[in-house]
Nanobody, 127 residues
Framework: QVQLVESGGGLVQAGGSLRLSCAASGFSFSTRVMAWFRQAQGKEREFVAAIGTLWTAGRAEYADPVKGRFTISRDNAENTVFLQMNSLQLEDTAIYYC??????????????????WGQGTQVTVSS
């Protein structure tokens, strides 16, 4: 079975940093684009970042609100994708989910493009 397990969330003051991890299993991790999404209370799930495969590891895409502050990375040997979050702001408060597609290739930035999802990890930014 495909499993995605997020960790690393927590409570942090504005301006602080967190590093999220997503441990993947049950599929060919290195050949799949991986992505992070988030969902704030009362809002729809939204794209955060995505990273390319073992063939396109240099490709990354970020949502405008997190550009310059968040960095997505991956360790294919450990089947893990990371999200380094710096300069956190109140509006970053959300449940953060990692996601993987079923097929090989770049598939986009909308939630519906991804097949597999973790349970999420809560990130709360305080003032």
């Amino acid at each position: 079975q495909v499993q995605l397990v997020e960790s690393g969330g927590g409570l942090v003051q504005a301006g602080g940093s967190l590093r999220l991890s997503c441990a993947a299993s049950g599929f060919s991790f290195s050949t799949r684009v991986m992505a992070w999404f988030r969902q704030a209370q009362g809002k729809e799930r939204e794209f955060v970042a995505a990273i390319g495969t073992l063939w396109t590891a240099g490709r990354a895409e970020y949502a405008d609100p997190v550009k310059g502050r968040f960095t997505i990375s991956r360790d294919n040997a450990e089947n893990t994708v990371f999200l380094q979050m710096n300069s956190l702001q109140l509006e970053d408060t959300a449940i953060y989910y990692c996601a993987a597609p079923e097929r090989i290739g770049w598939i986009g930035t909308i939630p519906g493009a991804y097949t597999y999802w973790g349970q999420g990890t809560q990130v709360t930014v305080s003032s």
